[in-house]
């Protein structure tokens, strides 16, 4: 072949290479620039309005409905809850921090003089930028503002917000908070004229929906990020006080079919193949119809399947977290989720979505309306009950007859009151009224059993009992934790899976009495440790929750009760080397969870986080903490309850000091079990954020296996 014919079929091929290549790139670039995430924010609807739409009800029928976390930083309302949703951990701002405006000319002259030059074109600004970034200056958990935001930008995608809530003497555009990067800059939108006057609608005006409409139909092929504010049942809840019952309700029933039909017209404008729309409530809801805090969520579009949906943040169907939306818009999008804390949602399939989530919010409200309640007055009793045993010893009154049963029962009740709270889940309860009396029908039932048991083995049963309900439970997935007063509260946000505080004090008050009565009976210590090594790992292995204070709580509790056992003497060495087996557990549980977890917990990303941004977490972590527990103690019924258990235990001793020394000479294990779980407690209350409910959950137990012991050698010294 001659030189010119070779240079034309290279000139060819290098025409047809690049024509192919140039397509794929092409190509690429368009499906990521093709896909649109639409959040509407529906701001205080409620499961109940829900039922009334049907044309959201359809949206549903064809993708995912679940319940959302609104908390913020400090409350479940405000602009903290939206600004959370686009930030890396919960944020806080008021009110001052949400003052969107339309670039023009004066706008943009005074951001520009408040922030510098704007560089590139942009729709929306918030002029009052400084006053997020102020209100967060002493949040410990150091949010980063605007990450949403930001990524979308880094990744070249164009961010959209059209609507607000304003009423007549106030703006109210916080839906702007979740497109806006860290700049407060969104690049399409329209946030100052999208209302329409019609006199039948609260403060005389509404949404003009046809205009929303309009408006993003003009821009969806260029924005990535479309965020709509409905606003309607935001200006309804600010006019409430104003209407009677019957007014509210004709209001309401105006304004939902309206946003109903909006839903029903974006539908149709939406492309469902490359399309994800989000239909949500930034705040809690309505507190006129739904005191719940958790909100409903639906998913529809690409990749969404029909079902509920759920998060590896929370690992329980049907509930998720606001700090979970951020990274799902992010990873559909396929931009970065770097800074954010949250996870991507996951669909599960599930026949009758609606009502399944209808109905575990309702088991979701009893508990937490009730859990306060019913674990205050769990306090009350053991204060009552401990009380009463520690004058009866103190004062040396003879244990006999009635004052015997009475004592017995109370100790009893005390004991048997965790496992009925944990084992009423089983029943399907649908009201507050039979969550309570399936508790107390249980605890008879329990009370009566117990009651009739020879008293030397009460402690040993109640603590196995409590001490394989709560291993087997977390082992298949918490099933029963998950509707008790003793389990983690979704509303709160502090914990959705694993052992919380309340159960880590339960289990380390029952590890420490249960393994020592086994080594004290039978003499073989091998049974127990594998107990307290299972219990270790229980509490600290990720995928089964990572509760890293309760971790340092059981590991101290249980090297330590290790090491007696063996009998080596205690001292300065040895507590240091007990500390850095703990670390070292700990440690090595981080690894486990940051290299085989997809989604690590919170132990993982401490450790990630320690690693990238240096000493800043870790202070913040323990300042925290540390703030939480002096709130807990000023302020909590637990603080009494410790404080009754160290009265009693105290008084014990010095009345009965000489019995004492003859029952831990005799019984070397049970002492053992007792100074292991006074360890344990000690610093499960230093390094936890609520350690003081922990520490006197624990305490009670102890408390109880000392009482028992020393009634129990009382009966036989004196043959009462």
Known sequence: MNKPKLLISLTILLVIFAQIF????????????????????????????????????????????????????YSYSGPESYLTINSSK?????????????????????????????????????????????????????????ALGD???????????????????KISRYSSLIPMD??????????????????????????????LIEEVNAVKEDASLIVIDTGDLDRLSSYSSELTDEMFEKHRHNIIEKIDGFFGELKRNIDKDNSLLIILSPNRCEERIDKSKLTPLVCWGEGVDKGICTSATTKRDGVVANIDIGPTILEYLGASKEHMSGNSLVYITKEDSFNYITSILNRINIVSNSRFNILTIYSIIIIIGIIFATMLLALKIKIKGNLYRILKFFLIVIGILPISFILSSLFKWESYISNIITIILLSVILVFIFYKLRNTYTVLLISGAIYTLIVVDVMTGGNLIRYSALGHDPAIGARYFGLGNELVGLFLGVTVIFTSMIINKTGKKSLSYLLLILS????????????????????????????ESMDIDINLRKIFGIGIGVIVFILIMAFIDIRFNPNPTHLGRMILEMNSEGKSIANNIIIRKILMNIKLVGSSIWTKVLFVNMFSQGLILITWGDSLRQIFKDKKYVYIGLSSGVVGSIMGFLANDSGIILASIAMVFITLFFIYTLIDHILKEYQI
């Not at 704007?118 to 980063?144: M, R, V």
């Open 22 to 73: 140039g397509q794929v790139n092409l190509s690429f670039a368009t499906n990521a620039k093709d896909k649109t995430a639409y959040l509407i924010v529906v701001n205080k609807y409620t499961l109940e309005d829900i039922d009334k739409m049907p044309n959201l009800k359809k949206i549903i029928e064809e993708g995912s409905i679940g319940l959302m976390n609104t908390r913020g930083l």
């Open 90 to 146: 919960k944020a806080f701002t008021t009110t001052e921090g949400a003052e969107f405006y339309n670039l023009n000319q004066n706008s943009m002259k005074v951001y520009e003089r408040r922030f510098g030059k704007i560089y590139g074109e942009f729709s929306i600004a918030n002029l009052d930028l400084s006053k997020i970034i102020k209100h967060n200056e002493n949040n410990s958990y150091k949010p980063y503002i605007g």
């Open 151 to 169: 990524n979308l930008h880094n990744a070249n995608l164009k961010t959209a917000v059209f609507g607000n809530a304003d009423i007549v003497d």
């Open 182 to 211: 860290s700049k407060g800059l969104i690049d399409f939108g329209n946030v100052q004229d999208t209302l329409i006057d019609v006199n039948k609608y609260p403060f005389g005006f509404r949404t003009d929906y046809e205009k």
């Open 536 to 563: 270790g790992i229980l509490v600290g292995y990720p995928k089964l929750g990572a509760n890293v204070g309760g971790s340092i709580a059981i590991l101290f509790a249980i090297l330590y009760f290790i090491v």
